[in-house]
């Protein structure tokens, strides 16, 4: 069974950095995408980035620039790396695995993915 954990939510201030981490366990397939989706209070979820296999990353054009994802060498954990934060960031973040290699044009869809993780909260606040 696949298991996605975030961490590395917290408050922080317009401008600053944060690093959010997701740890994923039990992956057969090292090329399903890992993906970074986030949900602001009463709005829907959206998608911020995906990175599969080796490819480089892909981002919401709301968070390009701001944003870089990245991962350790054993796809295992996947990082976040959130600057020049604004208050429109300010939402709980999820992490989510594919379980197959599905084609790149669905990957910014939130069925693509089969597993996700339980969140953790970004709060951009002054």
């Known amino acids: 069974q696949v298991q996605v954990v975030e961490s590395g939510g917290g408050l922080v201030q317009p401008g600053d950095s944060l690093r959010l981490s997701c740890a994923t366990s039990?992956?057969?397939?090292?090329?399903?995408?890992v993906a970074w989706f986030r949900q602001a209070p009463g709005k829907e979820r959206e998608f911020v980035a995906h990175?599969?296999?080796?490819?480089?990353?892909y981002y919401a054009n709301s968070v390009k620039g701001r944003f870089i994802m990245s991962r350790d060498t054993a796809f295992n954990t996947f990082y976040l790396q959130m600057n020049s934060l604004k208050v429109e960031d300010t939402a709980i973040y999820y992490c989510?695995?594919?379980?197959?290699?599905?084609?790149?044009?669905?990957?910014?869809?939130?069925?693509?993915?089969?597993?996700w993780g339980q969140g953790t909260q970004v709060t951009v606040s002054s």
């Open positions: 990175m599969r296999g080796r490819d480089n990353p």
């Open positions: 989510a695995v594919d379980a197959s290699r599905t084609v790149w044009s669905a990957l910014t869809q939130e069925n693509t993915y089969d597993y």
């Open positions: 039990g992956r057969t397939n090292r090329d399903g995408a």
